[in-house]
């Protein structure tokens, strides 16, 4: 596992979290992007679990647990930051950040798999 490939899922799991939980809150007055922003975080998640299963099927399933384990770390460490910081309010402001976020973590996951 190379430091690119556990940097980018890690991320990506963060700005995926970020936007679930921007779906369960959002309270906007625009339908259309509550929608494209409750697809976006399905197709998200889902190419999250995608990606785990090929890496686990093509490389190691204990790399793809230990992967999935580092990011859930990253997570909870992250979380403890946030509030120290105050940042709780920026949720939201992640949440549109990983419209552009998630893609680039993904590329940089796909493509730092193993040959």
Excluded: N
């Excluded at 190379?2 to 921007?22: D, E, K």
């Excluded at 997570?75 to 940042?87: C, P, R, S």
């Excluded at 309010?89 to 680039?104: E, K, N, Q, T």
């Amino acid at each position: 596992m190379t430091p690119t490939l556990i940097a980018s899922y890690a991320l990506f799991s963060l700005f995926v979290f970020y936007q679930q939980l921007h779906v369960k809150t959002y309270r906007g007055a625009s339908k259309g992007f509550g929608a494209l922003l409750t697809l976006f975080a399905f197709l998200a998640m889902l190419a999250g679990l995608a990606f785990l299963f090929y890496y686990g099927y093509k490389v190691s399933w204990l790399g793809a647990a230990g992967l999935f384990g580092i990011a859930l770390v990253v997570k909870f460490v992250w979380f403890g930051i946030e509030a120290k910081l105050g940042l709780r309010d920026a949720a939201p402001l992640v949440s549109v950040a990983g419209f552009v976020g998630i893609p680039a973590c993904a590329y940089f996951m796909w493509t730092g798999l193993p040959q």
